[in-house]
């Protein structure tokens, strides 16, 4: 029997850059970092309903592409937040690179309002807000 969501595991260029991305910009904490014996990094940070396992490589990684249009694929990750304007107005004051200002959401029958934005490796993160 499912008892809930656990983790989506990622590949980073920079761990200590994306840590500060998803802890200090986006509010994830961090559960877990260590070396592991091949000189590569893991993190688990925990999103509140589920974890991000992070890896770094020790070779390093380019940069992350978007999923092909018809391509199966992992198009974005989303995160919750109490309020899309004011977490949008943070990161891009931080210089995080915007994709898509904050919008009233498609799908309004499960979120309000939502925002596009890329973290270092140029993963596509969706900020979310549901309606109260």
Known sequence: MLKSFEHIGMTVSDMDRAVAF????????????????????????????????????????????????????????????????????KLEAAGVEVKERPRLAYNSEVLHKVAFLRDPDGILIELAERTD
């Open 22 to 89: 998803y802890c200090d910009l986006l509010g994830l904490r961090l559960h877990l970092r260590k070396t592991m014996p091949d000189g590569s990094h893991v993190a688990f940070l925990d999103a509140g309903g589920g974890m991000l396992e992070v890896f770094a490589p020790a070779s390093g990684a380019v940069r992350a592409t978007d999923v092909p249009e018809g391509a199966a694929g992992l198009r974005h990750l989303t995160f919750l937040f109490g309020s899309v304007a004011e977490t949008f107005a």
